[in-house]
């Protein structure tokens, strides 16, 4: 199985401020003759599921705020919240969906500083 | 818009097994594949496994393959998952996600609410 693995585990930020989270997946979740990478972030808020946020690595899901970006490719990611806002408290995970099983990182729990 | 709805609750007793039901609406249900999650209290997400609404196919992780089953209906257009011999650690919120991407695995954009299933004795 694909090992996915993030950090930091917990993160404080100032509203306003930057929030930036990796994600490492144990091999490859790129397909290079194709240019796919098969990587997604969600969003989870207490009592609720998952919410899409990013697929393929960098594509923001529909009604997403432009605040948040995707990057990286390979077996490295990066989650960027440009300018963290109150509702973004919440933990975001990564998921390959390059493999079955779809594994997902552990999750980083963004905070208000 | 495409939506989930899940079964209610259950508290079940160790060895007894337990069926969720995920009713879809808003998409057209045979175009889909059907995905189940769990999440235990406070832990991260587990993939359970796949059901094709086209032809029923499905696919299981490795850990539940012997005692889950997935199943549709497509005439009430919901998707099940039966899981068998629950032991306390069953214990965890239970998720249907509608299945995107037609590689070998899904990202989910469509969730249901979560069925939360208890194991006590």
């Known amino acids: 199985d694909i090992v996915m693995t993030q950090s930091p585990e917990s993160l404080a930020v100032s509203l306003g401020e930057r929030a930036t989270m990796t994600c490492k997946s144990s091999r490859t979740v790129s397909y290079s003759s194709s240019n796919q990478t098969f990587l997604a972030w969600y969003q989870q808020k207490p009592g609720q599921p998952p919410k899409l946020l990013i697929s393929w690595a960098s594509a923001r899901g529909s009604e997403v705020p432009a605040r948040f970006s995707g990057s990286g490719s390979g077996t490295d990611f990066t989650l960027t919240i440009s300018s963290l806002q109150a509702e973004d408290v919440a933990v975001y995970y990564c998921?390959?969906?390059?493999?079955?099983?779809?594994?997902f990182g552990q999750g980083t729990k963004v905070e208000i500083k | 818009q495409a939506q989930l709805v899940q079964s209610g609750p259950e508290v079940k007793k160790p060895g007894a097994s337990v069926k969720v039901a995920c009713k879809a609406s808003?998409?057209?249900?045979?175009?889909?594949?059907f995905n189940w999650l769990r999440q235990a209290p406070g832990q991260g997400l587990e993939w359970m496994g796949w059901?094709?609404?086209?032809?029923?196919?499905?696919f299981s992780a490795q850990k539940f393959r012997d005692r889950v089953t997935m199943s549709t209906d497509t005439s009430t257009a919901t998707a099940f998952m039966e899981l068998r011999s629950l032991g306390f650690d069953d214990t965890a919120m239970y998720f249907c996600?509608?299945?995107?991407?037609?590689?070998?695995?899904?990202?989910?954009?469509?969730w249901g609410q979560g069925t939360l299933i208890a194991v006590s004795s």
């Open positions: 059901i094709s609404a086209y032809n029923g196919i499905t």
């Open positions: 808003g998409l057209p249900f045979n175009a889909y594949g």
């Open positions: 998921q390959q969906y390059y493999d079955t099983p779809v594994t």
């Open positions: 996600a509608k299945g995107e991407s037609s590689g070998r695995g899904h990202y989910f954009g469509t």
